[in-house]
Nanobody, 114 residues
Framework: QVQLVESGGGLVQPGGSLRLSCAASGSSFNIDAMGWYRQAPGKQRELVATIFTSGSTNYADSVKGRFTISRDNAKNTVYLQMNSLKPEDTAVYYC????????WGQGTQVTVSS
């Protein structure tokens, strides 16, 4: 069973930056695409960034040009660099495998507010 642990969230002012990390247990990390999701209060969870095993990436229109997803297979870790943050980015952020979804971690809260 893969376990996912997200970290790096916090309170940041509009226009600021944060870097999220997701540590994954298990030996299959480097054969799976990984994604970052977010869930704002009262809204459904949405996929905002995906990184495939090839290293290619895909982003939701709402974050394109501001967020960058990356992975370190040696550390079984996926990252989300978030720049030019907006209040509407406020949410709990989660990571998971888009094509083989496993148990969700606790997520990490990102709050963008002045």
């Amino acid at each position: 069973q893969v376990q996912l642990v997200e970290s790096g969230g916090g309170l940041v002012q509009p226009g600021g930056s944060l870097r999220l990390s997701c540590a994954a247990s298990g030996s299959s990390f480097n054969i799976d695409a990984m994604g970052w999701y977010r869930q704002a209060p009262g809204k459904q969870r949405e996929l905002v960034a995906t990184i495939f095993t090839s290293g290619s990436t895909n982003y939701a229109d709402s974050v394109k040009g501001r967020f960058t997803i990356s992975r370190d297979n040696a550390k079984n870790t996926v990252y989300l660099q978030m720049n030019s943050l907006k209040p509407e980015d406020t949410a709990v952020y989660y990571c998971n495998r888009p094509f083989r979804v496993t148990s969700w971690g606790q997520g990490t809260q990102v709050t963008v507010s002045s």
